[in-house]
């Protein structure tokens, strides 16, 4: 019976691998297709705000990204295999030195530090060949390695105490393990989300109050209505890294702020970076961040709920091609290879962040003018060189902001 459980995992195992693959590349060459259509015309609704030249240069940059990400994807797809069917996981497992929760974060150690070496090929080219290509890219390799060092560093900071912390506990406690190591991670994760601001960000990059004298009227309305202070309005240094512009919200309680890139202020009118103010601040006034904490809390209780049936039985790990019963290899099963059942409830978590959308859209059309976020917001395409046309299917999976066209038309309703 258990052999039995074991062969059905494994060909489900390898099928999902296979499976989820293709469709994504099935996804990709739709999304291909659907820029080239839309290749010699800018579409009617956007003829006022984009030249041909830059839709062609916006379908040229993301046909670009999307031939990298093919690749990426079979490289995934490989790396999935050595681990999983061809037992790389299993191997390295039994070749480490060491006994009892030592053993075990080593291999979670090791397997995240082999697994971001073999992908950094990817992000080096993609910075210093394809962002550099269409002048986005503003990194050096000096900047490259110290941020690759420094985040190494941080990881190992803070996901070893993680790690020996749910070992310990999982040892420790008996069959009550999973429910003590949901809260202990939830607690962890409350932090990471309390620190980010001010501990975690500051590390990378410089931030400084968003000022000049045009804006400093607006924005003390629009934060007084959002609940507020001016003093949370940043303007971080993004242009040291890349050209790309944007703007995001981030913390909670008195820890919260919202961030402008310095990129993104450069070419944009007063009226529209207030607009999108607005935006950020209505996702925060939206309760956004505690909405999103929340979800993740249900999330993460079902993902701990299932490790504690799952941890004692052997098909699950022979299952997925490791002949070893241990929490270090519990916890990698369930990082690396339950995604890939997880996938294909993607567009849930897409619908849900669209929705949120256009929630803070209508709020920044309700205490801005609609007309100046979309501006603002076509600016921000134009810049970042992302094209306003996309396939529904595929950027169901992948966009967690609406498509260019079906936001625009929802604000034009708005005005
Ligand atoms: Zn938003």
């Given at each position: 019976m258990e052999t039995l459980i074991t062969y059905y995992t494994q060909v489900l195992c390898i099928t999902f691998i296979v499976v989820n693959h293709l469709f994504e590349l099935y996804l990709y060459r739709r999304q291909l297709t659907t820029l080239h259509e839309h290749r010699s015309e800018v579409p009617s609704e956007f003829h006022n705000f984009l030249t041909l030249a830059d839709h062609q240069k916006a379908i040229s940059y993301a046909t670009a990204k999307l031939g990298l990400g093919q690749f990426k994807l079979v490289w995934n797809a490989i790396l999935l295999f050595y681990w999983f069917p061809f037992r790389g996981a299993e191997k390295l497992y039994l070749a480490l030195p060491g006994t009892g929760t030592h053993r075990e974060v080593f291999f979670l150690v090791a397997f995240m530090l082999i697994q971001g070496l073999l992908n950094l090929p990817w992000s080096i080219y993609s910075t210093f060949v394809m962002e550099q290509r269409f002048g986005f890219n503003r990194s050096t390799p000096k900047l490259f390695i110290i941020d690759r060092l420094k985040g190494l560093l941080l990881g190992l900071l803070l996901g070893v105490p993680l790690l020996y912390g749910i070992l310990l506990i999982y040892q420790g406690l008996g069959k009550w393990w999973w429910f003590v190591s949901f809260l202990f991670v939830t607690a962890f994760q409350f932090a990471l989300v309390w620190l980010?601001?001010?501990?975690?960000?500051p590390l990378f990059n410089k931030f400084k109050p968003l000022e000049g004298e045009e804006l400093k009227s607006g924005i003390e309305n629009l934060v007084t209505n959002a609940g507020f202070?001016?003093?949370?309005v940043f303007v971080m240094?993004?242009?040291?890294?890349?050209?790309h512009g944007n703007a995001y919200f981030t913390g909670f309680g008195k820890n919260k702020r919202v961030v402008f890139f310095d990129t993104l202020l450069n070419g944009l009118k007063t009226p529209e970076i207030l607009a999108i103010l607005a935006h950020e601040l209505g996702h925060m006034k939206l309760k956004h961040i505690p909405k999103s904490l929340i979800t993740s809390l249900i999330l993460s209780f079902l993902g701990f709920g299932l490790m504690g049936v799952l941890a004692s039985t052997n098909w699950f790990y022979s299952g997925h091609f490791i002949r070893v019963i241990s929490p270090g290899v519990l916890f990698l099963l369930f990082t690396q290879a339950v995604p890939i059942y997880t996938f294909w409830f993607e567009p849930i978590g897409t619908w849900i962040s669209r929705k949120r959308e256009f929630e803070a859209d209508a709020y920044a059309a309700g205490e801005t003018k609609a007309e100046d976020l979309i501006s603002g917001l076509l600016k921000l395409y134009k810049e970042n060189a992302s094209p306003v046309v996309t396939d529904k299917i595929y950027s169901g999976f992948y966009h967690s902001h609406p498509p260019a066209l079906e936001r625009i038309k929802r604000l034009e309703s708005l005005k």
């Open positions: 980010y601001p001010t501990v975690i960000a202070n001016a003093k949370e240094d993004a242009s040291k890294r890349s050209s």
